[in-house]
């Protein structure tokens, strides 16, 4: 099994760019998670799926971010416009649904100057 | 926020047992004790979880008191590549996983 794939693993981007980040769940994995890591703050749920339908967006920062899941295979984390303090690793993680275990991608590395 | 308490930090020798412990005083009669851990730069790995009984797989084995307010994460035989912060997770079966601070576990060669 290929497990969960991110991408890209790494970006720098200017101030005020947009960025798109994406997630390729472990196949048959019915529920997503997006993580946000920092030293500051540690690991922080942003958002997760279940059925490509979003359940908990609290987590989500603010207006800034937004989290689509278009199918079963797919889904993206958007920050528009960046900002420097969006600088951290992200990473996407999947499970094959309740009380089951979460497998977390190798992260997507952002840096905003 | 999290629902657990453990140490910051942790030494313990190459090739001895690690003894992480977690406190869990407010968990419910329905969640379960998840463990993952984290080694440098990766995504956090999942390693064992628990209900009631004590857990045993490849990687590691779960001790839960009694009374579920505490349990402890055993390596058997630690080696320098289990260094790695490691998260005691308190959740519900179809609730969330939320992250704590975790304890960062040298193995001292």
């Given at each position: 099994d290929a497990g969960v794939i991110q991408s890209p693993r790494h970006e720098v981007t200017e101030m005020g760019q947009e960025v798109t980040l994406r997630c390729k769940p472990i196949s048959g994995h019915n529920s997503l998670f997006w993580y946000r890591q920092t030293m500051m703050r540690g690991l922080e749920l942003l958002i997760y799926f279940n059925n490509n339908v979003?359940?908990?967006?609290?987590?989500?920062?603010?207006?800034r971010f937004s989290a689509k899941m278009p199918n079963a295979s797919f889904s993206t984390l958007k920050i528009?416009?960046?900002?420097?303090?969006?600088?951290a690793v992200y990473f996407c993680a999947s499970s094959g649904g309740a009380g089951n275990t979460i497998y977390f991608g190798e992260g997507s590395w952002l840096t905003v100057v | 926020d999290a629902k657990t308490t453990q140490p910051t930090s942790m030494d313990c020798a190459e090739g001895r047992a690690a003894n992480l412990p977690c406190n869990?005083?407010?968990?419910?009669?329905?969640e379960y004790v998840y463990w993952y851990r984290q080694i440098h730069s990766q995504g956090p790995q999942y390693i064992i979880h628990g209900l009631k009984n004590n857990e045993t797989n490849e990687m590691a084995s779960l001790i839960i008191t009694e009374d579920r307010k505490s349990s402890t994460l055993i390596l058997p035989h630690a080696t320098l590549r289990d260094t790695a912060v490691y998260y005691c997770i308190v959740s519900g079966r179809d609730d969330k996983i939320i992250f704590g601070k975790g304890t960062r576990l040298h193995i001292l060669p």
């Open positions: 979003p359940i908990d967006d609290s987590g989500m920062p603010e207006d528009q416009p960046s900002e420097p303090r969006d600088s | 869990h005083s407010t968990i419910s009669g329905n």
